[in-house]
């Protein structure tokens, strides 16, 4: 079974606080992204990488920065939460298909609340 | 760039239909359809690769109309199950969408 884990369930934050959300995946997957994920406006993607040390800007990349430097583990950067990003953020990975042929494997997510 | 979905919320008795619909602006190249459970991660049902093709996965297919930049999800005979939110997404080059999202319920 593909297994997809996320550092923290929950998570509670002061504004201004450097944070890190951690993810790392089981099945030796070339894509995983970072996604965040709010009532009415679905999950919208932050950052991807398709290999270890490359990165994509996804949708909504202001006020975040991401770090690959192992295949299975990526990690997305708060540099100083707000208030703003309070909000369900979730990790997936997939093997790297041509033609969107790709399905995403979930982690539980981590709600993190900034204060 | 986000894939719209409707209806945005959809309570059903169970045995019911249900139909959800998920359309972009922009043109689609594939199509995948995720349900999300309540406090549980989004997990795969299907993906649509060519217009015109249709797929199911028990009760529950789909289709996608490349030229109307459209895909439907049908739900037939609903189940208490089938309760969860689900999601329509695309990819488009580099980049994935996520579809706004329905919420649907099935009642007793």
């Known amino acids: 079974d593909v297994k997809v884990t996320q550092s923290s369930r929950y998570l509670v934050k002061r504004t201004g606080e450097k944070v890190f959300l951690e993810c790392v995946q089981d099945?030796?997957?070339?894509?995983m992204f970072w996604y965040r994920q709010d009532p009415g406006l679905g999950l919208r993607l932050i950052y991807f990488s398709y290999d270890v040390k490359m990165k994509e800007k996804g949708d909504i990349p202001e006020g975040y920065s991401v770090s690959r430097e192992k295949k299975e583990r990526f990690s997305l950067i708060l540099e100083s939460a707000s208030t703003n990003q309070t909000s369900m953020y979730l990790c997936?990975?997939?093997?790297?298909?041509?033609?969107?042929?790709?399905?995403?494997?979930f982690g539980p997510g981590t709600r993190l609340t900034v204060t | 760039q986000q894939p719209v979905q409707s209806p945005q919320a959809v309570i059903l008795r169970e045995g019911e239909d249900a139909v959800i619909n998920c359309s972009s602006s922009k043109a689609l190249y594939s199509v995948h359809w995720y349900r999300q459970k309540h406090g549980e991660a989004p997990v795969f049902l299907m993906i649509l690769l060519k217009g015109g093709e249709q797929k199911g996965h028990e009760k529950i297919s789909a289709s996608f109309n490349e030229k109307k930049q459209q895909s439907s999800l049908y739900l037939t005979a609903s189940q208490l199950s089938y309760s969860g939110t689900y999601f329509c997404?695309?990819?488009?080059?580099?980049?994935?969408?996520f579809g706004t999202g329905t919420s649907l319920t099935v009642i007793p």
């Open positions: 099945m030796d997957h070339e894509n």
């Open positions: 997936a990975s997939s093997f790297l298909l041509t033609g969107g042929q790709y399905e995403q494997y």
């Open positions: 997404g695309t990819d488009r080059g580099n980049q994935f969408y």
